[in-house]
């Protein structure tokens, strides 16, 4: 969600009436690759704690004798998910979180933001690109289609470009972004995404 490069399975014991605070039997890190979306992740995830907890287990009275407390000062806070969760503010997020976030939030739920009033999804994102000096950046929101890459560039925070190749409007089936193009575009108004009046699930 926040583009961490490493996770992990930590075992531990159990303490009464606590949460997540007994000594840790055993633990093993994962590495998260750029292009690893949440599924992918999730089955590996899987697969290496059941690894490590027949191991554990195997070995459970040398574990025990070897448990080291919990550090304290490494815990992270984790928030509960929301529906909020996958509502885009474009002028406080860079492509590189958003895209982050969607590769977290894949095949759970869709990024989100309006258009005319209307919610859309966003289906497809694309890994952002270099931009180079001679392209222009857009203020946050605002959207151009790309007619090379068949894809929507959206202005984001700090000057970024996030790629879009498939949407969701509210009412509508998912479209890639050039029919999207050519069937709203081009009798829009306004070019600018803006942030939801409500959140719905995807």
């Given at each position: 969600m926040?583009?961490?490069?490493?996770?992990?399975?930590?075992i531990m014991k159990i303490q009464p009436h606590h949460f997540d605070v007994g000594d840790i039997l055993a633990q093993r890190e994962l590495p998260?690759?750029?292009?690893?979306?949440?599924?992918?992740?999730?089955s590996a995830l899987s697969h290496l704690g059941a690894e490590l907890l027949l191991d554990t287990?195997?070995?459970?009275?040398?574990?025990?004798?070897?448990a080291t407390p919990q550090d304290e000062t490494l815990?992270?806070?984790?928030p509960k998910i929301t529906s909020r969760i996958t509502e885009?503010?474009?002028s406080?997020?860079?492509?590189?979180?958003?895209?982050?976030?969607?590769?977290?939030l894949y095949g759970f739920k869709c990024l989100t933001t309006s258009f005319v009033?209307?919610?859309?999804?966003?289906?497809?994102?694309?890994?952002?690109?270099?931009?180079?000096?001679?392209?222009?950046p857009l203020p946050p929101g605002q959207f151009t289609f790309h007619r090379?890459?068949?894809?929507?560039?959206?202005?984001?925070?700090?000057?970024?470009?996030?790629e879009v190749t498939q949407i969701r409007l509210e009412g509508k089936k998912t479209m890639s972004a050039q029919d999207f193009n050519n069937g709203f575009l081009k009798r829009a108004a306004s070019l600018q995404f803006k942030r939801n009046k409500h959140v719905a699930c995807c």
């Open positions: 926040r583009g961490d490069t490493t996770t992990g399975v930590s998260i690759r750029s292009d690893m979306f949440m599924p992918e992740l999730h287990i195997n070995n459970l009275k040398e574990q025990l004798a070897n815990a992270s806070f984790a885009i503010v474009w406080e997020q860079t492509a590189l979180e958003l895209y982050a976030r969607y590769r977290a009033d209307k919610q859309v999804q966003l289906i497809e994102v694309q890994k952002p690109l270099d931009q180079s000096p001679s392209q222009s090379g890459r068949r894809s929507l560039m959206i202005g984001c925070a700090e000057d970024t470009l996030l």
